[in-house]
């Protein structure tokens, strides 16, 4: 799906999940939030639906930098690669699974078919996402399970 085709189908969505950092709310791993203007301008006269998978799942705020190992989204929902904190390797897998997850069941409670995500994120990046060190092309947990599911997911870099 084009970029034009994506903002046409955010512009007609009734309902938008949306990561709820680029709403304001201070719940990035650092603590911080990361809210954008283009962001809430796209989802003015709209319904959102505010998700934090990583929160959502349990981990704190703030809390340690994760980054995907062996693989990007998909590949860590098929079980080849995973998720791990980067500075101890602490396995948080089953956590990213879980936020994907809870992510995936308010879509449908409340009939979300777009999603606008915060770019680069393990969890949300739509186009690229931190692997193993660098920034690579490809989805975080979250995005991959979302895309998987039917649900067309932009990226707050496109607004």
């Known amino acids: 799906m084009t970029r034009e085709e994506r903002l046409a189908a955010l512009r007609e969505a009734p309902v938008v999940l949306v990561s709820a950092c680029l ?11 990361k809210g954008s203007s283009p962001v809430m301008r796209a989802l003015e006269g709209k319904e959102v639906v ?23 989204g998909a590949e860590v929902l098929a079980g080849r690669a995973r998720a791990a904190e980067v500075e101890s390797g602490k396995d948080r897998t089953e956590a990213f699974r879980q936020g994907a997850e809870l992510a995936l069941a308010a879509a ?29 092309r490809g989805q975080g947990v979250t995005a991959a399970l979302l895309s998987q599911a039917g649900l067309i997911v932009v990226s707050d870099e496109e607004l």
Do not use: N
């Open 108 to 136: 449908r409670r409340f009939g979300v078919r777009v999603a606008v995500l915060k770019e680069r994120s393990p969890s949300c990046g739509t186009q690229g996402t931190h692997v193993d060190g660098a920034v690579v």
């Open 23 to 33: 709403l304001g709310e201070a719940c990035r791993y650092d603590g911080k939030s």
């Open 50 to 72: 505010p998700v934090c998978p990583e929160t959502g799942a349990g981990l704190g705020i703030p809390r340690p930098a994760v980054e995907l190992k062996g693989g990007a």
